[in-house]
């Protein structure tokens, strides 16, 4: 099984201790009640930064760490098991691996301090559609003179109610543009919408947007190889936060097993129940291989990134469901309760199912990548 590094295991613990500590999953109920239009804690986002989280990604050149998809991994699973809402995936992860990528080095001049430091949030704008079909984008991009003009609509845009800048994959003349977009270019409209889970995403509507030429990030002819690097990069990291969820859900549920007591016995002491969460552990820890494998292969490169990648997001949307529900059934008529926690890991589990893909997407994918 692939081991953890010292450094990672103390990047993990650290993200751990300072989330349980800052930000636990009671707080998601308390922002929600609070009906923040901004959806998560400023002060805390800003915590992240302080902490070196936000900056992950982000070459040293440009005031961050320069670590890999594998480090954003290991924080990911650390906001699962807190939930609570930041700008992370969207900014520091999905636009700040782009620009590092991609972008000039104005655009990460520019960008990549900013993100770093948590000064900006910078959304990234694929999906069109009520599931996910990156492959048929309706957004058009044309040349207009020396720039572009962008028209088209986008939803379920993650942090789009709050970005600074959009990143838009749109079609045009001889394949994909990614274009920077400012969220206060003429021709945009942002509609904040927010998920069962409480937290935000919106949909976003390009009306006749002029951009200059500098907004193309990479090129036209590499757009397309980029939109399906930075979907992996998206996915394993969502599969990463899914598998937070689902262990933290099991710790739970094992500690409730230990502490509840019916016909005079604690109910983890009933053989059925044993069971199921011998197998749900088995679930967990094959997810945790997979997915460890998949990041690797994401920062080397590696040709079989894209398979994996399909196969972990698979796995950890389903051990999630399945870490969910059985967190439900064990814990009784209290589990789906507001007041129990164990409600709102389901309620997050269900939206990153979704996110880039669901596991049947996935399984479509790795049958696809396998010659089926």
Not at 145 to 157: E, I, L, M, N, S
Not at 353 to 368: E, N
Request: charged letters at 25%.
């Amino acid at each position: 099984m692939w081991i953890l590094s010292d450094e990672r295991r103390m990047l993990r613990d650290s993200a751990r201790g300072f989330l349980e500590g800052q930000a636990p999953a009671s707080h998601v109920r308390q922002l929600r009640d609070a009906e923040d239009p901004r959806g998560y804690a400023p002060a805390l986002w800003q915590a992240f930064a302080d902490q070196g989280y936000s900056a992950t990604l982000v070459p040293e050149a440009h005031g961050g760490i320069g670590l890999g998809v594998t480090e954003a991994g290991l924080i990911a699973e650390e906001l699962g098991r807190t939930l609570r809402p930041t700008p992370f995936f969207s900014t520091a992860v999905l636009a700040a691996w782009l620009l590092r990528e991609a972008g000039s080095q104005a655009q990460q001049a520019c960008w990549l301090p900013r993100i770093a430091a948590a000064e900006t949030v910078v959304a990234v704008a694929v999906d069109e559609h009520a599931i996910h079909r990156p492959d048929r984008l309706r957004a058009i991009a044309k040349r207009d003179g020396d720039g572009w003009r962008v028209d088209g609509r986008k939803q379920a845009v993650v942090d789009g109610h709050v970005a600074d800048a959009l990143l838009v994959a749109a079609r045009c003349e001889g394949g994909i543009a990614w274009l920077l977009v400012p969220r206060d270019s003429d021709g945009v409209t942002v509609e904040r919408t927010v998920m069962v889970d409480s937290h935000n995403a919106a949909r976003v509507q390009f009306e006749n947007v002029r951009l200059g030429a500098d907004a193309l990030v990479g090129t036209v002819a590499g757009g397309a190889a980029l939109l399906d690097r930075v979907l992996d990069v998206g996915r394993v990291v969502v599969a990463a936060e899914l598998l937070g969820i689902a262990d933290e859900v099991f710790t739970r549920t094992v500690a409730y097993l230990k502490e509840r007591r019916q016909f005079g016995r604690f109910i983890g002491e009933f053989q059925a129940l044993q069971h199921r969460a011998a197998e749900l552990w088995c679930d967990l820890e094959l997810t945790r291989a997979i997915l460890r494998q998949a990041l690797a292969d994401v920062d080397a490169g590696a040709p079989e990134a894209a398979l994996h990648v399909a196969q972990a997001k698979a796995r950890a949307a389903l051990t999630a469901e399945r870490a969910v529900a059985e967190g439900v059934q064990m814990h009784g008529g209290i589990g789906v309760t507001d007041e129990l926690d164990i409600g709102l890991f389901l309620k997050r589990a269900r939206v990153l199912q979704a996110l880039f893909g669901d596991a049947f997407s996935q399984l479509d994918r790795v049958a696809i990548l396998t010659g089926y």
